[in-house]
């Protein structure tokens, strides 16, 4: 077993919030785990980041920014979270890939937006199933092999 990408959270989230009006996001991230990886072995469940930030926690909070970034959910009040008409109705799909975001018109305004051109060429890395929370290790490693 492993754990979760962050986008394979988006369906676990979208259901706990589809059963409450609205739920503060650490609530949110304990429950779930409790619903949907509680049976995951105890070495993946406390696993930490270079940070000491738990890994699976970390992916659930990226995966509620995704999908709040393509308005399947959103932030009524600070620190909580509700879902969306939209993102009900990707329940009712019962199917919400990684690729279905990337082609979301919101989630594309939203980085559209929110883009800004690098100056430098950085190193090419798969980035698709990464949380930045990954590639963070990934560069905390690589610094770390480079000073060694």
Not at 10 to 20: G, M, Q, S
Not at 99 to 119: A, G, H, P, W
Request: aromatic share 8%; hydrophobic share 30%.
């Amino acid at each position: 077993m492993e754990l979760p990408k962050y986008h394979e959270t988006f369906i676990p989230i979208l259901k706990v919030l589809n059963e409450v009006k609205n739920i503060h996001y650490t609530k949110l991230s304990n429950l779930v785990v409790e619903k949907y990886y509680s049976d995951l072995p105890n070495e993946l469940l406390n696993l930490k980041t270079s940070t000491g930030e738990n890994v699976l926690k970390n992916r659930i909070s990226w995966g509620k920014s995704h999908l709040k970034q393509g308005k399947y959910v959103i932030y009524p009040k600070r620190g909580e979270v509700q879902i969306t008409e939209k993102g009900r109705a990707i329940l009712k799909k019962g199917k919400f890939t990684l690729q279905d975001l990337n082609t979301d018109k919101d989630f594309l305004k939203y980085r559209k937006i929110s883009k800004q051109k690098k100056e430098n060429k950085q190193e090419i890395i798969n980035t698709e199933n990464e949380t930045p929370q990954d590639l963070i290790d990934l560069g905390f490693s690589s610094i770390e092999r480079e000073v060694k």
